[in-house]
């Protein structure tokens, strides 16, 4: 009998824990239909907590066996791929985390959905770049790619944990303009969490943008902020 390869037994792991009730609320959940952002996207109903836990059955995932899970037609296998390539991030030398971010933005095509660039932009995107030129991510922020464009902002999140704000700014300025509602959820959440530890630089940013920023933006913004202020921010005021 042949031994089934690693990847091969991660997928049946996979597949024993689907279950097609939670992939049909999964398939509504993140807009798969027809027009909708997820268009076409499968899933085979296994939630994220299932999917984190099977991860740590698996520790010795080499990058190309990660990289293929990343290719498949299955929501859960790509997010766990990428779950292993946050992990082998994690643990890598300053080579291996070069060509990890190497294979991650070539591979954006297969990080399409938002839970996907959640999980893996800072932890990938924004911590390689934290000590190199961040010019990539303002190719990013210009892509005709929503989820590239996602990548951008999100990937803020890690130079934000650190006390730097500049690029999520700046990036966030230029995204004022995008079309995409997905695009005005993430930038608002980054400003709310650069407001979250220093409030007068998210202000400065609202009294300048509050009248013109998309609305979804804004709200996410200024979620935390006292209902009187935030009221105000959202007259114009």
Same mark, same amino acid.
């Given at each position: 009998?042949?031994?089934?390869? $690693?990847?091969?037994?991660?997928?049946?792991?996979?597949?024993?824990?689907?279950?097609?009730? =939670?992939?049909?609320?999964?398939?509504?959940?993140?807009?798969?239909?027809?027009?909708?952002?997820?268009?076409?996207?499968?899933?085979?109903?296994?939630?994220?907590?299932?999917?984190?836990?099977?991860?740590?059955?698996? @520790?010795?995932?080499?990058?190309?066996?990660?990289?293929?899970? &990343?290719?498949?037609?299955?929501?859960?296998?790509?997010?766990? +791929? $990428?779950?292993? &390539?946050?992990?082998?991030?994690?643990?890598?030398?300053?080579?291996?985390?070069?060509? %990890?971010?190497? $294979?991650? $933005?070539?591979? =954006?095509?297969?990080?399409?959905?938002?839970?996907?660039?959640?999980?893996?932009? @800072?932890?990938?995107?924004? *911590?390689?770049? *934290?000590?190199?030129?961040?010019?990539?991510?303002?190719?990013?922020?210009?892509?005709?790619?929503?989820?590239? !464009?996602?990548?951008? %902002?999100? +990937?803020?999140? #890690?130079?934000?944990?650190?006390?730097?704000?500049?690029? =999520?700014?700046? %990036?966030?300025?230029?995204? /004022? +303009?995008?079309?995409?509602?997905?695009? #005005?959820? *993430?930038?608002?959440?980054?400003?709310?969490?650069?407001?979250?530890?220093?409030?007068?630089? /998210?202000?400065?940013? &609202?009294?300048? #943008?509050?009248? =013109?920023? @998309? !609305?979804?933006?804004?709200?996410? *913004?200024?979620?935390?902020? @006292?209902?009187?202020?935030?009221?105000?921010?959202? !007259?114009?005021?």
């Amino acid at each position: 009998m042949k031994i089934p390869s $690693l990847l091969a037994e991660i997928q049946g792991r996979l597949h024993s824990l689907a279950d097609p009730e =939670t992939a049909r609320g999964q398939q509504r959940f993140f807009k798969t239909g027809p027009g909708q952002y997820g268009a076409g996207d499968v899933f085979i109903g296994i939630k994220v907590p299932v999917i984190r836990k099977l991860a740590t059955e698996f @520790p010795d995932v080499s990058l190309d066996e990660a990289v293929q899970l &990343l290719r498949s037609p299955h929501h859960e296998a790509r997010l766990l +791929a $990428l779950i292993f &390539l946050v992990r082998a991030f994690d643990r890598g030398s300053a080579a291996e985390r070069r060509e %990890i971010y190497r $294979l991650y $933005l070539g591979s =954006t095509r297969y990080i399409n959905n938002w839970d996907l660039v959640d999980v893996s932009a @800072p932890q990938v995107v924004g *911590a390689y770049l *934290a000590d190199q030129q961040r010019a990539p991510l303002y190719l990013l922020a210009r892509s005709d790619s929503l989820w590239e !464009r996602r990548i951008a %902002i999100v +990937a803020t999140f #890690h130079f934000i944990r650190q006390g730097d704000f500049g690029d =999520t700014l700046a %990036i966030a300025e230029y995204l /004022l +303009a995008d079309r995409e509602d997905l695009i #005005h959820k *993430a930038t608002g959440w980054m400003l709310r969490e650069v407001g979250k530890r220093e409030r007068a630089v /998210l202000e400065g940013f &609202l009294r300048r #943008h509050c009248r =013109t920023m @998309p !609305r979804t933006m804004l709200r996410y *913004a200024i979620e935390h902020f @006292p209902t009187e202020k935030r009221q105000a921010y959202l !007259r114009g005021v």
